[in-house]
C-alpha cells in the first residue's frame, strides 16, 4: 500500500526529489525541482443562472536534470513516495537517450529572495458563495438581458530546490471574473482580474456589459481601410500577449526573429511598458529560482530591454532578468505580467457626456474619443494570428462590440471586422495619439499571468474586410 506523502511545506517535497536525483545518480548530475499546490475554483453561469461549480486541490512536481551534457525535464501530479521516485527514474532514463545540451547554463547559485508580498486570506480560501454574490449582482445589473460567463479564484503555493544548495518558496492568489450581457444577438464583456475577490465588483461589470450589448444592436457594415481607433483594454491586452511572446524574448531576440532594437526608440514616446511580477502577488522566483523584479522593457518610447532565462542570459553575456518558464529551452523566456502605462503626464477632462457614449465606456476612455474626429471604438480582439513572427504582422477579428465614432462620440454600432496589422508598427512613434490614465488588469487563461493597460488611441489600424473574410 502506497503511502501518501504529508510534507510540512512544498518546500520539504522539492528537497526530497533532489534527494532522491543525488542518491540514484550521483554527485554528477545536477537537478532543480519546483513544487506546486494549486487550489483552483470555477463558479460559471449561462442563461443568467449558474450551472457549475468547481474546485479542484493538486501537487505538482517539475524536474529538470542535467546528466552527462544532455538536459531533461519532466513534470507529474504525484502525490506518493513511490511517486517522486518514479518520476525521478524517469527523468533519468529520458535524459540518457537525449541530445547533448552544449548551452547549458548551470544551476542558479544560492541567492537571498524577499519573500513576495502576502496574499489576501479571503481570496485564497474563497468559498463558492463568495463567488456566487459577484455572479448574483452581475446578472441583477444586467437588468433582465441573457447573460453567461465565470468568476474564479486560485491559489497557488510554490517552492523551489536544486542541487546547488539553492531553495525559496512563494505563493500566489488571484480572482477573476469575465461575462457577456446579449441584447437581439449583440454581446457586451466585461472582465477584471485583482489579487483579492473584493475588488470585483459583479455590479459595476454586469451593467458596463449590458449598456454594450445594448448600444451593440443593428450593426453597420463599414467598408474595408485603414482607420483612427481607440483600442478598449481587452484589445490592447492581445496586443501586450504577443508583443511579450514574440517581441521580448531573448530566445528569439538572439536568434534574430524579434523586431526589438535595445537602445532604439520603436514606440511612441508616451508609451512605457514594464513587467512587473511583484506589482502584485506574484511569486518572488521564477521556474529556475531566479529572483523575479520589474523589468522596464520600454522607456517613454525607447524600448530598454528583453526578458532572459539563464540560457539565454548566458548566450548574451548577462544576468539572467527572472523569466524563465517551463518549456522555455524550446520557446524562450516570456514576460507574463505586463503594464502599460502613459509616459505623458497630461490629464484628460471626463468625455462630452453623450448618452450613447457614456452607455458604451467609462469616462477615462470617453475622453479619448473625444478627439477622434472619425474612427472606430474596439472593445475585443480574437482569433488573432501571428502571420509574421518578426514584424509581428497579426490577423485576427473585432468582437464584443465595435462602434463608428463621429466628432468625438459613439454614433453606430459596426459589423465585425478582420484586420491585418503590425502590432509595433501601429505603436511607432507619432502613431499613438492617446493613452488612457486607468489602467484595468485582464486575466489569461492561466492564473497568475495578466495583462494591465487603459485604452489607447491610435492613428491608423488596417481593417481587411468584415468577419467572413
Not at 520603436?266 to 522566483?285: K, N
Not at 505603436?427 to 497568475?448: E, S
Request: hydrophobic share 40%; net charge neutral; aromatic share 6%.
Amino acid at each position: 500500500m502506497r503511502a501518501t506523502i504529508r510534507p510540512r511545506s512544498e518546500l520539504d517535497v522539492a528537497g526530497q526529489v533532489i534527494e532522491l536525483v543525488h542518491r540514484l545518480a550521483g554527485p554528477a548530475a545536477s537537478a532543480e525541482a519546483t513544487v506546486t499546490r494549486a487550489e483552483l475554483a470555477l463558479t460559471r453561469f449561462a442563461n443568467s443562472f449558474i450551472h457549475q461549480n468547481v474546485g479542484e486541490t493538486h501537487h505538482t512536481v517539475r524536474l529538470r536534470l542535467h546528466l552527462a551534457g544532455r538536459t531533461v525535464a519532466s513534470s507529474g501530479s504525484v502525490g506518493t513516495s513511490d511517486g517522486l521516485r518514479e518520476l525521478v527514474e524517469r527523468t533519468l532514463a529520458a535524459v540518457r537517450l537525449g541530445p547533448l545540451d552544449p548551452a547549458w547554463p548551470g544551476l542558479t547559485p544560492p541567492t537571498p529572495i524577499p519573500p513576495g508580498a502576502p496574499v489576501d486570506e479571503a481570496t485564497a480560501y474563497a468559498e463558492p458563495g463568495d463567488r456566487a454574490e459577484r455572479v448574483r449582482a452581475f446578472v441583477a445589473a444586467a437588468d433582465g438581458l441573457e447573460t453567461a460567463g465565470y468568476c474564479r479564484t486560485a491559489h497557488r503555493s510554490s517552492a523551489f530546490a536544486n542541487s546547488a544548495g539553492h531553495s525559496v518558496r512563494g505563493q500566489i492568489a488571484e480572482a477573476a471574473m469575465d461575462g457577456i450581457a446579449r441584447s437581439g444577438g449583440a454581446d457586451g464583456v466585461a472582465r477584471l482580474a485583482a489579487d483579492r475577490l473584493a475588488d470585483l465588483d459583479g455590479s459595476v461589470l454586469g451593467a458596463r456589459a449590458a449598456g454594450k450589448a445594448r448600444a451593440a444592436t443593428d450593426p453597420v457594415e463599414l467598408p474595408p481601410g485603414r482607420y483612427e481607433v481607440v483600442l478598449e483594454p481587452a484589445a490592447v491586452a492581445d496586443l501586450l500577449q504577443h508583443l511579450s511572446a514574440y517581441g521580448f524574448n531573448g530566445k528569439r531576440h538572439h536568434e534574430g526573429q524579434s523586431f526589438v532594437e535595445p537602445g532604439t526608440a520603436q514606440f511612441d514616446p508616451m508609451v512605457t511598458l514594464v513587467d512587473d511580477p511583484l506589482d502584485r502577488s506574484g511569486p518572488p522566483f521564477d521556474v529556475e529560482g531566479t529572483r523575479r523584479a520589474a523589468l522596464t522593457l520600454v522607456d517613454a518610447g525607447v524600448t530598454a530591454a528583453v526578458a532572459h532565462d539563464r540560457r539565454t542570459a548566458a548566450l548574451a553575456g548577462v544576468p539572467s532578468t527572472g523569466h524563465a518558464v517551463p518549456g522555455g529551452a524550446a520557446w524562450g523566456p516570456v514576460p507574463r505580467n505586463l503594464r502599460l502605462t502613459a509616459t505623458s503626464a497630461e490629464v484628460r477632462q471626463p468625455g462630452s457626456g453623450d448618452a450613447r457614449t457614456a452607455a458604451v465606456v467609462d469616462p477615462d476612455t470617453a475622453a479619448l474619443l473625444a478627439g477622434v474626429r472619425r474612427g472606430l471604438l474596439v472593445s475585443d480582439f480574437w482569433y488573432t494570428r501571428i502571420l509574421d513572427p518578426k514584424s509581428l504582422v497579426s490577423t485576427g477579428l473585432t468582437r464584443n462590440g465595435v462602434w463608428l465614432v463621429e466628432g468625438g462620440v459613439v454614433t453606430r454600432a459596426v459589423r465585425d471586422l478582420r484586420f491585418t496589422e503590425s502590432y509595433p508598427r501601429a505603436l511607432r512613434p507619432g502613431a499613438v495619439l492617446g493613452v488612457g490614465h486607468t489602467p484595468a488588469r485582464q486575466p489569461d487563461r492561466v492564473d497568475g499571468v495578466w495583462w494591465e493597460a487603459p485604452a489607447l488611441r491610435l492613428a491608423g489600424w488596417n481593417f481587411t474586410g468584415g468577419a467572413s473574410g
